[in-house]
């Protein structure tokens, strides 16, 4: 991690936006909306606030801030180089992914894995083809699945 994108890391007002613009990128699956800046203190918002290139008093009455301004005024810095989930991954120190991202890999996982079940067990393939992911939510049967795949997977 370079120097530049330490100083985001340690810094308590960055570290809380970034995690709220995460959050909010998970749920909305790119970078748009809003986050609210209401649970931050006068100094997190001074040092965001100088950031943007905006008074913290400016900051303080707006109330939130926006993604793809953000997004917009990383290209006045020396994080140009960055798009902000490039930033937000550097500066969290995770690869993040948007909620449905994460859905389609845990429904590719089931595919993947009644497929495995279907062809080494042939013989039982009456009993699980017609569950779906569905059930898991729905009864015992899905929890009763769940364990057999984290005992079958480890194979």
Same mark, same amino acid.
């Given at each position: 991690?370079?120097?530049?994108?330490?100083?985001?890391?340690?810094?308590?007002?960055?570290?809380?936006? @970034?995690?709220? @613009?995460?959050?909010?990128y998970?749920?909305l699956?790119?970078i748009?909306?809003?986050?609210?800046?209401?649970?931050?203190?006068?100094?997190?918002?001074?040092?965001?606030?100088? @950031? /943007?290139?905006q008074?913290?008093?400016?900051?303080?009455?707006?109330?939130?801030?926006?993604? /793809?301004?953000?997004?917009?005024?990383?290209?006045?810095?020396?994080?140009s180089?960055?798009?902000?989930?490039?930033?937000?991954?550097?500066? /969290?120190?995770?690869?993040?992914?948007?909620?449905?991202?994460?859905?389609?890999?845990?429904?590719?996982?089931?595919?993947?894995?009644?497929?495995? /079940?279907?062809?080494?067990?042939?013989?039982?393939?009456?009993?699980?083809t017609?569950?779906?992911?569905?059930?898991r939510k729905l009864?015992?049967?899905?929890?009763?699945?769940n364990?057999?795949?984290?005992? @079958?997977?480890?194979?």
């Amino acid at each position: 991690m370079n120097s530049k994108v330490q100083i985001l890391k340690e810094d308590p007002g960055f570290h809380k936006l @970034f995690t709220l @613009f995460k959050e909010k990128y998970r749920s909305l699956g790119r970078i748009s909306g809003t986050v609210s800046t209401r649970s931050f203190t006068k100094e997190e918002l001074e040092s965001i606030a100088g @950031f /943007l290139g905006q008074s913290p008093d400016k900051l303080i009455n707006k109330g939130k801030i926006s993604l /793809l301004d953000f997004e917009q005024e990383l290209k006045q810095t020396v994080f140009s180089s960055y798009s902000l989930l490039q930033l937000l991954e550097e500066v /969290l120190q995770e690869s993040i992914k948007t909620k449905q991202e994460e859905n389609d890999l845990v429904k590719q996982s089931e595919r993947d894995f009644f497929q495995k /079940l279907r062809i080494v067990y042939p013989e039982g393939s009456w009993w699980w083809t017609g569950w779906s992911p569905s059930h898991r939510k729905l009864d015992g049967f899905g929890r009763f699945i769940n364990r057999i795949q984290s005992v @079958f997977m480890k194979r």
